[in-house]
């Protein structure tokens, strides 16, 4: 069974008369990385200083599991890249990582070399980190986020502002150390097509509160091209599918079909529906775009303040 190694239950956080982290619960599994998605100012910085410990939360608890001493033994297993990294301007790599190493009482110079490496700063020699890319300050800010061999890395935007190359880079970074060390991730974006392919699961927050939870694979499913089909009987419709030996489809509501496979084949789907008997009021070609099927996902909740509530439940 999998094991959960952190979950938040109604976890809440006001400001003045406003949540902006509003009753908050998810589960986040050892070994994922989990995706947090929303808009500037949704709440998820807020969220995550919380989980971090850095600041109290005004209601509800989370718990992180698998840790004999709770919380408390889970704050030292965690690593922390929240706002600005906390980089020494005028050290080269290597001394902002020693200078954190005292800190953290860490002094082990294979550490320091296997992790510089590992974010791709292996080579920066005296460069002083001012001089740095944005890019390589986050992947500075990541290595001295390593400090203390945390299991769990929770990463605030880490990939804002950078530009393609650097997003792959830090990509394949927090890959590698999921993958090879193990840790959990949970990292926050405004953009969800720039952790696609990178996290195995998803939260879509927006006003302080989840809107909507998937893994990899129901997003993959979720923003496929697709065709969209119309008619008087989706349930029979579906049927007249099967029988001419569609499957790659799926039934929407009463009167809508999803089709994911075969969609050159949609005239001929069409015929057969019509031939069928049954009123085809329209079929359209959906090409997926992962930003607006964020946008709309935001936006349904926003409209209706029920999907945000089965949202919640969903993240139970
Ligand atoms: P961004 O990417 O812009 O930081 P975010 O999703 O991380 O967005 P938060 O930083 O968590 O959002 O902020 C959520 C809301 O809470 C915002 O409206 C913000 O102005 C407000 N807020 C955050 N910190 C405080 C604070 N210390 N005092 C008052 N309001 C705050």
Redo the contacts with the bound molecule.
């Keep these: 069974m999998e094991e959960m190694l952190l979950e938040t239950h109604e976890l809440t956080?006001a400001?003045?008369k406003?949540n902006?982290?509003d009753g908050v619960n998810i589960s986040v599994k050892r070994g994922a990385i989990y995706g947090l998605i929303?808009?500037?100012?949704?709440?998820?910085?807020?969220?995550?200083?919380m989980i971090a410990g850095m600041?109290r939360p005004t209601d509800g608890t989370y718990e992180y599991k698998g840790f004999k001493g709770g919380n408390s033994e889970a704050y030292g297993k965690i690593g922390a890249l929240i706002?600005i990294p906390a980089i020494m301007p005028n050290l080269n790599a290597r001394d902002n990582m020693k200078l954190k190493c005292i800190a953290y009482n860490h002094n082990d110079d294979h550490f320091i070399t296997d992790t510089l490496k590992l974010v791709g700063l292996g080579d920066t020699g005296k460069k002083k980190a001012s001089k740095f890319s944005l890019g390589m300050k986050q992947r500075l800010g990541i290595a001295l986020a390593l400090v203390g061999n945390p299991d769990i890395l929770i990463l605030?935007?880490p990939i804002?502002g950078l530009d393609p190359q650097g997003i792959a880079e830090v990509r394949e970074v927090l890959t590698r150390l999921n993958q090879e060390r193990g840790i959990t991730i949970i990292i926050?974006s405004?953009i969800l097509a720039e952790l696609a392919k990178l996290a195995t699961d998803y939260a879509i927050?927006d006003n302080?509160r989840i809107v909507e939870v998937s893994t990899r694979e129901e997003l993959e499913r979720k923003s496929r091209n697709r065709m969209i089909f119309k008619c008087e009987d989706s349930a029979r419709a579906a049927a007249v599918l099967k029988e001419a030996g569609y499957t790659g489809f799926e039934v929407g509501d009463h009167e809508t079909i999803y089709v994911y496979e075969n969609t050159d084949d949609a005239p001929k789907m069409n015929m057969k529906i019509c031939q069928a008997g049954i009123l085809v009021n329209s079929f359209d070609y959906e090409v997926a775009d992962l930003e607006e099927y964020f946008l709309n996902t935001i936006r349904s909740a926003a409209a209706s303040p029920v999907t945000a509530e089965a949202g919640k439940e969903a993240a139970v």
């Design positions: 956080k400001y003045g406003r902006v982290v929303g808009k500037n100012g949704a709440g998820k910085t807020t969220f995550m200083k600041i706002e605030d935007e804002n926050s405004h927050i302080g």
